[in-house]
């Protein structure tokens, strides 16, 4: 994926339904062997973050309330998910906004891969931005528990903080572009 990255030797060390823990050989820049530990998504390269918008005089930006078993916790997020293997980015992110949230839309734009948390794993994901055109009933699996958001645009950074401080956790990438849209 970058012309820059060095060549090592990765150990699975365990194995599970979902995730993987990882064990990278490498040589730092001084030549010694160094290892680091990570974890790695099982049966997928990725997954598809979809920024979605409902356009109109009060844009509204689509989010998701869902329980997150790690946290423990509801997470305000965007709907996001797994690519399927073979799926393009844009089918992924056309699916999981319907499935999520009930919305259909158009894909206006694919940002390139980004990494969350590259200190921890070596997950990337895609941002898609869509426009939502056409809402039907959401198609949550049976261990989803998802509420569909539509949060105005121009108050979205001081609603998430109202979800934060009732309790709620926050997604990286909804809260750093909510702060991104609000900055001078």
Same mark, same amino acid.
């Given at each position: 994926m970058n012309k820059e990255s060095r060549a090592s030797e990765v150990t699975i060390c365990h194995e599970g339904s979902w995730l993987?823990?990882?064990?990278?050989?490498?040589?730092d820049r001084n030549g010694a062997e160094q290892r680091w530990e990570f974890i790695r998504r099982a049966g997928t390269g990725g997954a598809c973050c979809v920024i979605a918008h409902i356009p109109g005089p009060a844009r509204r930006v689509l989010c998701v309330k869902q329980f997150r078993p790690a946290l423990a916790r509801y997470c305000i997020e965007f709907p996001a998910g797994l690519l399927d293997s073979?799926?393009?980015? /844009? *089918?992924?992110? %056309?699916?999981?906004?319907?499935?999520?949230?009930?919305? !259909?839309?158009?894909? =206006?734009?694919?940002?390139?891969?980004?990494?969350?948390?590259?200190?921890?794993?070596?997950?990337?994901?895609?941002?898609?931005?869509? /426009? *939502?055109?056409? %809402?039907?009933?959401?198609?949550?699996?049976?261990?989803? !528990?998802?509420?569909? =958001?539509?949060?105005?645009e121009r108050q979205l950074r001081t609603r998430l903080q109202e979800y934060h401080d009732a309790g709620c956790a926050l997604d990286s990438k909804l809260w750093t572009w909510a702060v991104g849209r609000t900055m001078p």
């Open positions: 993987h823990f990882c064990e990278r050989r490498l040589n073979g799926e393009s980015f /844009e *089918a992924c992110a %056309r699916r999981e906004l319907k499935e999520e949230t009930g919305w !259909e839309g158009c894909v =206006l734009n694919v940002d390139p891969p980004i990494f969350s948390s590259p200190g921890m794993t070596d997950e990337w994901v895609v941002l898609v931005h869509m /426009e *939502a055109t056409e %809402r039907h009933a959401p198609d949550h699996g049976d261990l989803e !528990e998802i509420e569909t =958001l539509e949060i105005p």
